[in-house]
């Protein structure tokens, strides 16, 4: 599973940050979230979908399971971090403290199509 995704470039002057946190992929969709202390997001995996999550405040917990082989990885993320979840790994985002993210995905929500398959991930496993 590829997973962190360093900054590709950050200017720090007096104005303030500026901070290049991709610069490759086919992305879609934009997402902006904001998610309390001890929430949970995922559970699933997508069948066709790459996701690009960015941690732009707080620090959470990422549990991967490659659904096809059973890999399993735990990933501490916090601000300014990135991380791939790639088709085929189970994601289960655990947030440590109240967060803000960005998250990029290669194909938008279809409703009538929503390449979201449930596989829950214990905590701890």
Request: negative net charge; proline residues 4%.
């Amino acid at each position: 599973m590829k997973t962190f995704a360093p900054k590709k470039f950050e200017r720090v002057d007096d104005r303030g940050t500026f901070t290049e946190i991709i610069s490759e992929g086919n992305w879609r969709a934009v997402i902006h979230g904001q998610m309390n202390a001890g929430a949970v997001m995922g559970n699933h995996y997508h069948a066709a979908t790459r996701i690009y999550f960015y941690l732009t405040k707080g620090r959470c917990d990422i549990d991967l399971v490659n659904v096809g082989n059973g890999d399993r990885k735990r990933v501490e993320l916090e601000s300014g971090k990135g991380i791939y979840l790639e088709v085929g790994a189970s994601h289960a985002i655990r947030f440590r403290e109240a967060s803000e993210f960005i998250l990029l995905k290669s194909l938008p929500f279809n409703p009538t199509d929503p390449d979201t398959f449930p596989y829950v991930i214990d905590d701890g496993e």
